[in-house]
């Protein structure tokens, strides 16, 4: 029998328990902790420091990019998270496996402003160097 619903079923009701246990951790033991703080920050300040150094003019194109680097890099990291080659013992929120601050902070904030000043291929490609 390919799809055995009592199976099925079981599998429901420990993921339902364990995303209690997850809630519960991160409402008791993260949320509000120093480590939670310096995740908000990572989160926060590259987009600041961004907003100060990114050229007005290409702010489209540029924007373009750290979208799709944003993309990329959750769903690689997504990957890892679920094929358990790492996890993250504080999360920012409790609902996203991975990383906020570094997938959607400064990881492309980084990438945008390397290309930014690096705006040809091959110089871009030494500037990730």
């Known amino acids: 029998m390919v799809g055995d619903s009592s199976y099925y079923a079981v599998i429901l ?37 961004w907003w100060k150094l990114v050229d007005k003019s290409k702010i489209a194109i540029i924007l373009n990019l ?10 690689m990291d997504w990957l890892g998270v679920t094929m358990q080659l790492w996890i993250y013992p504080i999360k920012l929120l409790p609902i996203m496996p991975v990383l906020l601050p570094l997938d959607w902070g400064l990881l492309p904030v980084a990438h945008m402003l390397i290309f930014q000043y690096f705006p040809h291929w091959k110089s871009f490609l030494v500037g990730h160097l």
């Open 66 to 75: 750290g979208f799709f680097m944003m993309i990329i890099i959750t769903v």
């Open 13 to 49: 009701e420990a993921q339902k328990y364990l995303h209690q246990l997850q809630y519960q951790h991160w409402l008791q033991y993260e949320l509000l902790t120093y480590q939670w703080w310096a995740l908000l920050v990572v989160l926060i300040i590259p987009w600041v420091i």
